[in-house]
């Protein structure tokens, strides 16, 4: 009787474990894929764009965009400062670039935005943003 009771008792045991090894072990898997691939790659409507301040210039100096892109300036420059200055939505002008620093904006909306530099006036750029 006892003997029985142990062999179906096993025999169950090893029946649950076996059918639950392969699920879990996809699970985990699947898990460790996403987790990885999460950290990849950025969420939507986070994606990144960026500027370069070089030789005077704002490069591209039309920058294409979707909403929700965030650009980053990037000053460099050897010596010279400058600005990233949304003069026409009457924004305050950023901070004083100097050579590797950076300034950062995130377009939720699309439209034209022209922008100019703070000291150099002739230094112009657009961010065009567009679905
Ligand atoms: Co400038």
Same mark, same amino acid.
């Given at each position: 009787?006892?003997?029985?009771?142990?062999?179906? *008792?096993?025999?169950?045991?090893?029946?649950?474990?076996?059918?639950?090894r &392969?699920?879990?072990?996809?699970?985990?898997?699947?898990?460790?894929?996403?987790?990885?691939?999460? &950290? +990849?790659?950025?969420?939507?409507?986070?994606?990144?764009?960026?500027?370069? +301040?070089?030789?005077?210039?704002? *490069?591209?100096?039309?920058?294409? +965009?979707?909403?929700?892109?965030?650009?980053?300036? *990037?000053?460099?420059?050897?010596?010279?400062? =400058?600005?990233?200055?949304?003069?026409?939505?009457?924004?305050?002008?950023?901070?004083?670039?100097?050579?590797?620093?950076?300034?950062?904006?995130?377009?939720?909306?699309?439209?034209?935005?022209?922008?100019?530099?703070?000291? =150099?006036?002739?230094?112009?750029?657009? +961010?065009?943003?567009?679905e």
């Open positions: 009787m006892s003997n029985l009771r142990d062999d179906s *008792v096993s025999t169950r045991q090893q029946r649950g474990g076996g059918g639950l &392969a699920p879990r072990f996809f699970a985990a898997l699947l898990l460790t894929v996403s987790l990885c691939l999460g &950290a +990849i790659m950025p969420a939507a409507g986070a994606e990144m764009a960026e500027v370069a +301040i070089e030789k005077m210039a704002f *490069v591209p100096q039309v920058l294409k +965009i979707k909403p929700g892109t965030t650009v980053t300036w *990037v000053n460099r420059e050897k010596r010279t400062n =400058h600005s990233v200055f949304f003069e026409q939505e009457n924004l305050p002008e950023s901070d004083r670039l100097f050579p590797g620093e950076t300034y950062q904006r995130t377009f939720e909306k699309s439209g034209t935005y022209p922008y100019r530099c703070g000291p =150099h006036p002739e230094m112009l750029g657009v +961010i065009e943003v567009a």
